[in-house]
């Protein structure tokens, strides 16, 4: 498609302003207006799609299609008029209408339809794929209301509705093709021309309603399709109830169908918040293999060439139950034999696992389960009757061994072990986690079928995270090594000959200033906090979780501020300590961390004796819109998690490329940024992973108290109250433990290797050279974190697709 003159940009708005909202530019609203070019846009891509899905179809392509629970897309408008080249045009067109379009692209809010780095992960690889050509697809939910709004009061989180469609349903395309899915009811069997028939009875039916998003790539024909599914009730109303005067019971099915979509997850401590959770998933994926199949039948003449045309990968153990809802359509609407339909699931399914925290590795009550799902409860029981005795093969007469990798066991159902035996492939995000995979997590099952193991280290969209995000950096490498580097990231490695260049470091570091200006400038509006922006700015930005122990970074503040208490004159770097993080509603003790960190920031904000050497801020609704504030502007990347519990991390990368520096344990992604940027542009610190799991059945946290006066110190000023607010709890916690274990994160075996590592940050940054070459090294090297790095690996070695478009 060629590209637009901003004449007939400017034409295409007044015409949508015209006969979509029926004004003229100069009487629209900063909404209307917002409205009518996002409108523009989405024209523009559907028409490419239109072209591209026309290629896809007549060439006979394979496509993956990616489920996810979670897909974190942040705002769309101006990301797709980044990616399909006409930012610069829009931009003028608007102003010449009298607008600017910062202000429109501010009204779009995010689309807030995941939690953290799963989500952004998902987000990141659909782009990818589109920026590389491939055909691909999406699937998740249309969540009402995506992850909660968060509102900090008196240092409490408070959770809000995230209210995404206000303003982002404007990039919906709401399509006629519903599905029905099924809960509840009884199954019967009965046998008919030597065939099992199943016959669902007195289920409750929810339609599945679909809505399309584009999904964009830069400088590429290809346009891909995220499709999110809205949950419906098949009669919106029961009229003799409502004429009997019920009117609740009336409208109650409407209102228990919608719960399914309304919310990203429900606080699940409770049966009717898992049950919630069990309908949200299997909702989701029944609909979604329920449309790939019409699909594919829609172009092929049957399923015989299925695992030619398709790939389903699973995200995380959310999208488990594609492997049974894909084997009962298989069985019970196509008549395929077991073995006939196994060998399709087996060809078709892939799964990434995230996590090696045994309670995220998701297991359903069985009677939970069996209630809701009773026809899956049927093939699942099948599928681990069968692994199991495979398993007894392996393992002849270990019954431990054999009841710990089933996947019905305990009275409960295993997603993790069902995704290990049905994927054909199944991989970790990063070297060091698929290493724990392979070694410890799933050791048993990889000595079954060590060749279904591989790694694919996770990747982030650096065309947003730089390109986007920090156009001043950009436009300056562009200057030094041309801008090949936007569809080959490896071509930043071309920096590499500055690094010695006092005057590129100069104008690296004014970038770096005028990006921490900005940020300054927000957390004043925001915060109503002055902060220095000739700090050093030490960012620690993330899901708020024990592992990623906010919790060691708040101690080191603390001790920072004891000894600057101590000696006023004491010779340290200026400091701006930033978070910005949201804990699970139901999460009691994260959201205590974050109530401790306020109130840090309070007491040290305001105690005139520090002298502005140190500021805290609590930035609150981190959100990918404010990390595209954040990360230009971040000089230390705060990567501490316990070793061997991050699974990849991609923060970590998006820091890195803006030219932060990374203080970090060797884990997760740490330890391959570690491998490329070396000992000398990198902060290490902490227990190795082998360290942290031989530590373990003998950590004593009261040793560290006992011996270490700055830990009793700290400990001290937690329980006597930091600006009046009692964290004993916390204290207690880390010295003490829970429930007779001690704190399984290690935070204060690792605290002294961490004020020392920060120690190094300081005499570091008061050579001012020597940081900013450590910065532009980081840059540099960040190449391989691309996510197009990543898709291509999974394209090739894991779901064997051909490029559409080059």
Known sequence: MNKLSKKEFKELIELKLAKVFGVKYEEASETIMYRALSLVVKDLLTQKRVEFKTKVRNEGHKQIYYMSMEFLLGRSLKNHLYNIGLLDTATSAIKELGYDIDNLIAIEPDAGLGNGGLGRLAAAYLDSLTSCGYAAGGFSIRYDYGIFAQKIVDGWQM????????EGSVWLNPRSDVFEVKFGGRIEERWENGRLICDHKDAMTILAVPYDMNVSGY???????????????????????????????AIEAKAMAEAISKILYPADNHIEGKSLRLKQ??????????????????????????????????NDTHPTLCIPELM???????GYSWDDAWAVVKEVISYTNHT??????????????????????????????????????????????????AILSDSE????????????????VSQLHS??????CFADYYKVAPEKFTNVTNGITHRRWLGEANPLLTQFIKELIGDKFLTDADELEKLLPYQGNKDVLDRWADIKLKNKERLASYIAKSNNVIVNPHSIFDVQVKRLHEYKRQLLNALQILNLYNRIKENPDLDVEPRTFIFGAKAASSYYMAKLVIRLIYMIGEMVNNDPDIKGKIKVVFLENYRVSLA?????????????????????????????INGAVTIGTMDGANVEIHERVGDENIFIFGLLTEEVEKLRAHYHPTEYYSKDERIRKIMDMLREGINGVNFSEIADSLTLGRGGVADPYMVLADFGSYVNAQDAVNRAYKDKYCFQKMSLVNTAKAGFFSSDRSVEEYAKRIWRLTKVVK
């Open 328 to 334: 009962r359509i298989l069985l019970d609407v196509y």
């Open 281 to 314: 998933q299997y909702f989701f994926v029944s609909a979604s293999i329920q449309s790939i199949i019409e699909k594919h039948l829609r172009y092929n003449k049957d399923l015989s060439n299925f695992a030619d045309k398709v790939a389903i990968h699973i």
């Open 219 to 249: 400088d590429s024909d290809a346009v891909n399709v995220l499709r999110l599914w809205s949950a419906k009730a098949p009669v919106e109303l029961d009229m003799a109830m409502f004429s009997r005067g019920e009117y609740v019971k």
């Open 356 to 405: 090696v925290m045994q309670e995220a590795l998701e297991r359903w009550p069985q009677h939970l389960f069996q209630s809701l799902l009773p026809r899956i409860y049927q093939i699942i029981k099948e599928i681990n009757q069968r692994y199991c005795a495979d398993l007894w093969n392996v393992f002849p007469g270990d019954w431990n061994k054999i009841s710990r990798n």
């Open 435 to 440: 290493d724990i995979l392979k070694n410890d």
């Open 413 to 428: 159902i295993r997603m993790a072990n069902l995704c290990l035996v049905a994927s054909h492939t199944v991989n970790g």
């Open 628 to 656: 595209e504030i954040i990360m230009p502007a971040s000089e230390i990347s705060e990567q501490i998690s316990t070793a061997g519990k991050e699974a990849s991390g991609t923060g970590n990368m998006k820091f890195m």
């Open 159 to 166: 959770e809000m509705p995230d209210e995404w469609l206000k």
